[in-house]
């Protein structure tokens, strides 16, 4: 079949959702279907920008290219599920979270006018078109998919995919935490740098970029956690998967996340994961003291967690193997057969 994966983009960014969709098209061709990836730039500020770039998906016109049919679309991410065509397959990673659960919030993006309060009302509508012409519609996690029914009452499929390709394995322990997340507030690394400052025994690795890596540096200054906090930035997959090997644990905890990569490379890697009772998607594998730690969202537990999990290797090591045979169910050829049937 004619695949085209449909994706935003921001300019410059690079995270879980081009991760994913760059080895969606790489996995689809490997099974021999002509797949390619089809993105648009996304800003969705100031104001009524973010109906004007949804209404760029809308006007593309995907039912063929160079005159051979496309068979099916899979959009991923508002506003790409915006697009129309006779196959469109949803595979929502999330929707714009700032009209719904984010509303009202420092995370948020419509103030209280009436203007904004309709802007928002607008961007709920036009989710419900645009959804309401899928053929199928799935979920990356079971959080994602109640944000969806809750806010919808569209029923999505649950979907997880694998994380990135990285040569995975296990090592001893080297005792330190590793943070491969975005470095972007909502991920919520300062309170594992907070953790450090009240432990003097935790160490941190931070293996990622983003637009919050100023503050947490300047943080990790002002708390004096020079030497036991280091800031590696974007690493290559050699180094990101010899960190995954070599650390205690893994530490992932945003806000009420979608899906997460995250405990999937932990798990791969053999490595328990901490992670908080309000980090939504992780909790559908991250299980206390089965496959890591769940935690209150505090500094002083989220320390106390990672000192435990470097003192007890035994338990650590047990909590690492059951994740990784959660994460060994989860394959391509699993995810994409269940797409395309």
Known sequence: MRIAVLRPQVPFARGGAEIFTDELVAELR?????????????????????????????????????????????ATKFPSYV??????????????????????????????SAEERALRRQVQEL???????????????????????????????????????????????????????????????????????????????IASDGPDRDRLEELAHLRGLNGRVRFEGRVSADRLAELYATCSSVY????DEDF???????????????????AGGPLDVVHDRRTGLVVRPEAAAIGQAASWLREHEDEAAAFGKAGKALADEVTWER??????S
Not at 146 to 164: D, I, K, M, N
Not at 252 to 255: C, I, M
Not at 335 to 340: E, K, P, Q, V
């Open 260 to 278: 997460g990569m995250g405990p999937y490379e932990a798990f791969l890697s053999g490595k328990p994961v901490i992670t908080t009772t309000d």
């Open 127 to 205: 989710d419900r078109l645009a959804l309401r012409e899928a053929t199928r519609i799935f979920a990356t996690s079971a959080n994602v998919a109640g944000r969806l029914e809750r806010s919808t009452g569209f029923v999505a499929e649950v979907l997880p995919h694998p994380p990135q390709a990285l040569p995975y394995r296990s090592e001893a322990s080297h005792g330190f935490v590793l943070s491969a997340s975005r470095l972007d507030r909502a991920k919520r690394i300062d309170l594992l740098l907070e953790a450090a400052a009240l432990d003097p025994s935790v160490e941190v690795v």
């Open 83 to 112: 697009v129309r065509h006779r196959e469109k397959r949803v595979w929502l990673v999330h929707q714009f979270r700032q009209a719904y659960e984010l509303d009202g919030t420092a995370l948020g993006q419509f103030g209280p």
């Open 30 to 74: 490997a099974r021999g279907h002509e797949a390619d990836l089809v993105s648009v730039p996304f800003k969705w500020y100031p104001g009524a920008r973010v109906l004007t770039q949804a209404f760029l998906w809308r006007m593309l016109d995907l039912d063929e290219a160079d005159g051979r049919r496309i068979d099916v679309v899979v």
């Open 335 to 340: 995810a994409i057969g269940r797409l395309l």
């Open 252 to 255: 992932y905890a945003p806000v």
